[in-house]
């Protein structure tokens, strides 16, 4: 017999676990560009909290309300905007206060859906690192009000995608992978799912990717010549390193809803860019990547083919 949740806030958070992950994996019907190449993508908006961030934020916020490190303190954190998302989602399902630093330039969607969720937001200049600089300034001076969970450093946001994106992989291509194709922001995704899927299979190739210069459209991504190295990131498992342009990323999400019906966000559209390089470059093979989240986020930019 299974003992009692005692917590309301765990219980609540509990009763979403099966709704976290295990997104459906999606055959790109027209964008695979030859016979014996096949395109295949984790369509992970389609979970609750409504990005791939979901997976490591509810891990996250569930181990802190576990631990008591949440009774009477409010949960902060860093976030370009998923994150963020994902644990206002979560925060007020189970009534645990949140606060976001959110860097200035982040859309407005994002803004109005952190709002809407009852997250404060603390504006920041200097991207995600300001954003994790004046969080941490936050919780260091009122310890007593804010914890600090801290995603950019946090082993969930490596563990989850391990134990849990990379076997999903694995299973729903029944072992058939054979390239695992991402872009680089907090790196979890690159190294858990690189990790499992190495573990598995060590011929799997793993391809990262980054923006082709320090100035793009791609929110969450970073170019690693002149940004910081997150700190769960691990090169170990990475075989090669593509640049992504903005003005490929754009012209992806007009094809993709023209010829697949997806209708993606800028990541997840230079993540099927990348894909396309590699089914380009081999004759036959299985490529895997995720699709972070759709496009209700980014209608703001305005983007232009």
Not at 19 to 34: A, F, I, Y
Not at 169 to 196: A, D, M, P, Q
Not at 279 to 294: F, K, P, Y
Request: hydrophobic share 35%; proline share 4%.
């Amino acid at each position: 017999m299974t003992a009692p949740i005692l917590d309301n806030r765990l219980q609540a958070l509990e009763e979403l676990r099966w709704h976290v992950g295990n997104t459906p994996l999606h055959t790109m019907v027209k964008l695979s560009p030859k016979k014996n190449v096949t395109i295949l993508a984790k369509l992970e908006w389609q979970q609750f909290g409504g990005s791939i961030k979901a997976r490591a934020a509810y891990d996250i916020i569930s181990q802190a309300t576990i631990s008591g490190a949440l009774n009477g303190r409010t949960l902060i954190d860093a976030s370009t905007g998923n994150t963020g998302i994902a644990f206002g989602i979560f925060g007020a399902i189970s009534n645990i206060p949140v606060s976001i630093c959110l860097p200035k330039d982040s859309t407005s969607e994002t803004k109005h859906m952190l709002k809407t969720l009852g997250v404060e937001i603390i504006e920041t200049e200097n991207g995600i690192e300001g954003a994790r600089d004046k969080a941490l300034e936050i919780s260091q001076n009122q310890p007593d009000k804010f914890h600090f969970v801290d995603q950019l450093t946090h082993d969930s946001s490596v563990t989850t995608h391990y134990n849990g994106t990379g076997k999903e992989i694995w299973f729903e291509t029944g072992g058939r992978v054979t390239h695992f194709v991402t872009g680089i922001g907090t790196s979890g995704t690159l190294t858990g799912v690189g990790r499992k899927l190495r573990e598995l299979n060590p011929n799997v190739q793993i391809i990262g990717l980054q923006p082709d210069s320090q100035a793009h459209i791609i929110e969450g991504w970073r170019h690693l010549d002149s940004s910081k190295i997150p700190g769960v990131y691990d090169p170990i498992p990475l075989n090669e390193l593509l640049n992504i342009s903005d003005d490929e990323t754009i012209h992806m999400m007009v094809r993709a809803a023209k010829e697949e019906g997806l209708l993606l966000s800028p990541s997840s559209a230079a993540n099927l860019v990348g894909a396309l390089k590699v089914a380009n470059s081999i004759d036959e093979g299985t490529i895997v990547t995720v699709l972070s989240d759709d496009i209700r986020k980014y209608k703001s930019l305005n983007l232009q083919a």
